[in-house]
């Protein structure tokens, strides 16, 4: 019995190849290695999947589910397939496995069961792609309305704006001959109906068919007995016009007195269709589009994506890897904005817990500074577009200087390596210490946080949460130290863990982790000043402008702000490479940290919520996508 | 727009000696509009990227509230101007209109940035609605992806001016000021795709005229509506080769009905390139000159 066990233990602890060894000895007739070109991890027999997959959570301890997703191999193949990345929440690198199954009658069983966190997952699935999950509990569309015609990310399904399969356009390039879309629509808008419509039958039902595919079932002439006391369930709409869901997001409770029974995300509010439009780009347009998902650390986005491509590209021959400049300067980047992400959400959580937008003032001053020097480095504020495969946009200017955007009419004009010293050191540990002084051990705000919105480390696991969320029920899983990526292995900082798994837990977290950031920057400054001079091109010149990428498969993953950020990227179709992605994926931290929402919720009061959403700190840009 | 006594008073109405500091005399609509324009309440409403900048507009750095857009109204009853701050899907477009017709009258739509404004980058996408004007008038547009604080708030100051310029009197100006009550914008359905209840007209015949084409070309598959127009040459030509002889006056029927039709629109495009060339060449002249006078 206990050599059982042991030999159970040694298992869990198997590397990548040995269990993918494991997993071939021990169930040859479900498992075959993926072989294709540029291709990892294993194809499990859609029948066997459930199995093979309690078989890796269990034996081989890959616990975490970080992302499912879907691929149309249309033309390549023919297939649907979905392709899952399982972690150990110990750390290490991911367990592919994929489900491969027809087209037309696209059916996997769903893995809901085994990992909870693929809830959301293959619900988009479904809407997307139209593949069904049976033993799913609730497959309804997510980010689409009920009764949309058709699975939009499909291969052959076509926008109403459609133009070609993928850019640059002929209509634009060459020659230039740019032409309004609306011109080209007998209806002058964005819209494709299909040709036997039925008018008479449309009424405006969509209030209705959201409250019913929610299965609440709520009765409210019903009244129910509650220890003698007569009382009605009530259904109670939050958003997506509501101030304190973080943007056009919506929560559907229903409440007996003050008290959440359930609550359902409905979502897709800011749906923009990140993923279609971003595989008819080519990998270099992407880069801005990346930007805009998580819009508050742009920075961040850009690293995940840059790091995925360049995986794919480190196939191929003509690839050289970044500079160490160049690293050192990803790094501060992503680093600033963390803690303009961490501010920010420590901000609009206390006016959502009500105190109500005086400190977020504080923080938007300083998110304000670091967004000059972004301006400055990058050319715009927000949306900085500035990290690009194998390189960056461009090195630090020597000067900041600006006559557009004065502070107290005055044309700021430092110097970069200046103005970055006085900023790292003296005012972002300024604003900390003021913050924590007023904030940690605040008696209303220890009141209202503490004990409110739990989510045990198993449920935190099971649920696929990631980064604070995570952190926050005591599970010390930081991508930068799980399975590090660019120079974090050398630089010294904590991860930020806290046990609790409450609302306070999540603030004490993003605290520590602002203070771990600002130890990371100021371990940076000096490596800057090392590397003055140094070009950040490998080879001393921009790469190329419309790179060719090998085909394979990619899954680059970052610890942003809000959790673990990760781009699954397809390159195929073409010859020797592809110069736009057959699929690109987000696994959207604030999608998926949505899925134990209603969990968390339960139990809890009405007033409470929006706290419990905004300690888990969303944006709808990358939830929606 | 401030309101100076001396200029003000500087009409063909006397004003005696004493008085002159204490009296101003103006029209009602230039009053109305002073108040008005001074405290424009926006809604408390952000969709995207941009509602980040605009939050980063309201806080202390920028601070909004130096030009009377004072607070943020959370409710749409309390607000008098809606800034459509990010993208408009198609699934979001339901509530905008309905928060629109929940605002009272007089109110003003501020699209802010290129998704709002025209769709921006995302303007392609299947659930995009590309640019708020497709539902709502709008008042402003201000360009930027996303636009920087500085512009929003030169956005803001623009619909200070157009409120200037506004008058009682004269009914056909604004909605609000003619004769009974303004009609509502007809909020869209949701159905296969998003449908505006104006053009249901438009989907029926065309529905029609694809219905009558199925049977006119033996197709048993037809295209979805509106790739017909973009394809109707291909269609055509590969129609001749199946289906023998074609009726063209059937298929004219599925050419634009709304909208300006391609051809005319590609005249007006070069018309106006031609123009812009000639400005152009006027302006280089110009500067030539007054080097030479210099």
């Not at chain 1, 939050?238 to 008290?259: A, I, K, N, Q, W």
């Not at chain 1, 029974?261 to 800011?270: A, I, K, N, Q, R």
């Amino acid at each position: 019995m206990e050599n059982l066990a042991a030999a159970e233990q040694s298992v869990a602890k198997l590397s990548i190849e040995d269990s993918i060894e494991y997993l071939k000895s021990n169930h040859s007739q479900a498992i075959k290695l993926d072989d294709r070109d540029g291709y990892q991890g294993v194809i499990v027999d859609s029948d066997q999947l459930l199995d093979i997959a309690r078989v890796i959570r269990d034996q081989l301890g890959f616990d975490y589910l970080s992302s499912a997703t879907a691929v149309d191999y249309l033309g390549e193949g023919d297939h649907m397939e979905m392709v899952y990345h399982a972690y150990r929440s110990s750390g290490g690198g991911a367990l592919v496995f994929k489900a491969q199954t027809d087209r037309d009658a696209a059916e996997i069983p769903s893995l809901v069961s085994v990992w909870r966190g693929a809830d959301f997952q293959e619900r988009e699935a479904w809407d997307l792609y139209g593949i069904r999950f049976p033993g799913h509990p609730n497959l309804a569309r997510i980010l689409m309305w009920e009764g949309f015609e058709g699975h939009p990310m499909r291969k052959d399904w076509r926008e109403a704006y459609y133009e070609e399969e993928r850019k640059p356009f002929d209509s634009r390039w060459p020659g230039g001959h740019v032409h309004r879309a609306e011109e080209k629509n007998v209806f002058g808008k964005n819209v494709s109906y299909p040709p036997d419509i039925d008018l008479n039958r449309l009424m405006d039902n969509s209030e209705e068919a959201v409250y019913s595919s929610l299965g609440l079932g709520v009765d409210v002439e019903r009244i129910m007995d509650k220890d003698g006391f007569e009382t009605n369930e009530l259904v109670v709409n939050m958003g997506p016009h509501h101030p304190s869901t973080h943007g056009v997001f919506r929560m559907v409770l229903t409440v007996d007195g003050e008290t959440v029974t359930s609550l359902e995300p409905v979502m897709g509010y800011l749906h923009r269709n990140h993923e279609k439009i971003g595989e008819r780009n080519t990998y270099l347009h992407n880069i801005p589009f990346t930007d805009r998902l998580d819009y508050i650390s742009s920075m961040g986005n850009n690293h995940g994506y840059v790091l995925a491509v360049e995986q794919l590209m480190s196939l191929g021959r003509k690839y050289n890897p970044p500079t160490y400049r160049c690293e050192a300067l990803r790094v501060m980047m992503v680093e600033l904005s963390r803690i303009v992400n961490h501010l920010w959400a420590i901000g609009f959580w206390l006016n959502d817990i009500g105190a109500f937008f005086t400190p977020v003032l504080y923080f938007i001053q300083e998110r304000e500074r670091i967004l000059d020097f972004f301006e400055a480095v990058a050319g715009s504020r927000m949306m900085c577009n500035y990290m690009r495969f194998g390189g960056l946009f461009g090195d630090l200017p020597e000067r900041i200087k600006s006559v557009s955007n004065l502070t107290n009419d005055r044309v700021r004009d430092y110097n970069t390596m200046q103005f970055l010293t006085e900023m790292i050191n003296e005012r972002i540990p300024r604003t900390i210490d003021e913050l924590e002084i007023l904030l940690t051990q605040n008696e209303i705000l220890i009141e209202r946080s503490m004990g409110v919105g739990i989510l045990s480390a198993e449920d935190a696991i099971n649920f696929s949460a990631a980064g604070p969320l995570l952190r926050g029920s005591g599970v010390a899983y930081d991508i930068r130290r799980a399975d590090p990526y660019s120079i974090y292995p050398e630089l010294d900082f904590d991860v930020a863990v806290e046990a609790e798994g409450d609302m306070y837990a999540r603030y004490r977290v993003r605290v520590t982790e602002l203070r771990e950031s600002v130890r990371i920057l100021k371990q940076i400054l000096p490596r800057l000043e090392a590397t003055a001079g140094e070009s950040i091109w490998a080879d001393g010149k921009p790469g190329a402008y419309a790179p060719r990428v090998p085909h394979g498969e990619s899954y680059g993953r970052v610890e942003n702000g809000k959790g673990e950020l990760g781009y699954y990227i397809v390159s195929a179709g073409g010859r020797g490479g592809s110069s736009n992605p057959w699929r690109y994926h987000v696994r959207a931290p604030s999608f998926i940290n949505l899925t134990p929402l209603g969990h968390m919720s339960k139990g809890y009061k009405v007033a409470d919520i929006v706290g419990i959403l905004g300690s888990i700190d969303i944006v709808l840009g990358e939830t929606d996508r | 727009m401030d309101l100076n006594l001396q200029e003000l008073n500087a009409t063909e109405f006397p004003v005696p000696v004493e008085l002159e500091n204490n009296i101003a005399i103006t029209s009602l609509s230039q009053l109305y509009n002073w108040g008005r324009r001074n405290s424009m309440w926006p809604m408390l409403f952000g969709l995207a990227c941009c509602a980040i900048e605009m939050i980063a507009t309201a806080s202390s750095r920028f601070d909004f509230s130096r030009f009377g857009f004072e607070v943020m109204r959370a409710t749409p009853r309390q607000a008098d101007l809606m800034i459509v701050s990010g993208t408009v899907t198609k699934k979001m477009v339901v509530p905008i209109v309905r928060l629109y017709n929940q605002m009272p009258e007089p109110k003003y739509v501020l699209a802010m940035g290129a998704c709002a404004s025209g769709g921006g980058p995302f303007k392609e996408g299947y659930n995009v609605v590309s640019g708020m004007d497709k539902y709502l008038p709008v008042d402003v547009y201000v360009p930027g992806c996303p636009p920087t604080p500085q512009a929003l708030l030169f956005g803001m100051i623009a619909l200070q001016r157009k409120i200037d310029g506004q008058s009682i009197a004269n009914g056909d100006d604004v909605p609000w000021y003619g004769e009974g009550p303004a009609e509502p914008t007809p909020v869209p359905v949701l159905g296969p795709d998003i449908i505006d209840p104006r053009q249901m007209d438009m989907i029926r015949r065309q529905a029609e005229v694809a219905a009558s084409e199925m049977e006119l070309l033996g197709q048993r598959e037809l295209p979805a509506l509106t790739q017909l127009v973009a394809a109707k040459v291909e269609t055509a030509q590969a129609a001749t080769a199946e289906a023998g002889p074609l009726d063209e006056d059937a298929l004219s029927v599925v050419l634009p009905t709304g909208g300006t039709p391609w051809a005319e629109a590609e005249d007006i495009r070069e018309k106006r390139r031609l123009r812009a060339l000639a400005r152009k060449a006027l302006r280089a002249s110009r500067r030539a000159s007054q080097a030479e006078g210099e």
